[in-house]
Structure formats: structure tokens, C-alpha cells
């Protein structure tokens, strides 16, 4: 498929906007992955994100991203960086706890409820 072999895809202080499309999970060969600073990023994170499992870094903050952290990013089993700060996601972080490879997070200024734990 199309950028099927692309390992790093960067964004930022643009005006990008729109939905993160679901066809981001057919994108397999990300390591890197940023939607950063000021983009006009709306609505939830797909479910197929969590077919990125040789993803190392997400980074999406400063977005106008919205609804709960989908549970398939538990799959997500390279990511060691995740940054949603400052976005408008709801629910429990509680998916952040199962990331076992996860040494830097960053998810203030969500109106989150509930434990990382």
C-alpha cells in the first residue's frame, strides 16, 4: 500500500486538521509517529493504532484530540515515549499502565478520571 515502508512521520505547527484516519494502522513500519504543536487534530485516536507495534515514540500533543485512549494500545508493545499532553481526552489512562516498555510519558492537560496504575 501506499508509504507502507515509511518508519518516520513528523507534523507540526501547522494546520493540518481533521480526524487521525484509521488507516494509520496499515502503516507497520513506524518507529516514529508526531502530530505535535498546534495542528487542528479532532476526534479519537483510531482502535488501529495499536497495530503499530514497531512503534517506539507517539507524540500528539498540543492537539484538539478527544474521547478515551483505545484499549488497543496495550498491542503497542516498542513504545517507550508517549506524549498526549494537552488534548481533550476523557476516561481512564489506565491503557498507559499496561505500555510495559514505556520509560517517558507525558499526559497532562486531559481532563482524564481514574489511575494510570
Known sequence: ???????????????????????????????ELHVVHNNNITGPLPSEIGRLTNLRRLECQRNYITGTLPSEMALMTSLTSLDISENSFTGSPGVIGELSSLVKLHFYGNPFDGSVW
Request: charge should be positive; avoid cysteine; glycine fraction near 16%.
Open 1 to 31: 500500500g501506499r508509504l507502507s515502508r515509511l518508519e518516520r512521520f513528523f507534523v507540526g505547527v501547522s494546520q493540518i486538521g481533521g480526524n487521525i484516519p484509521s488507516e494509520i494502522g496499515q502503516l507497520t513500519n513506524l518507529v
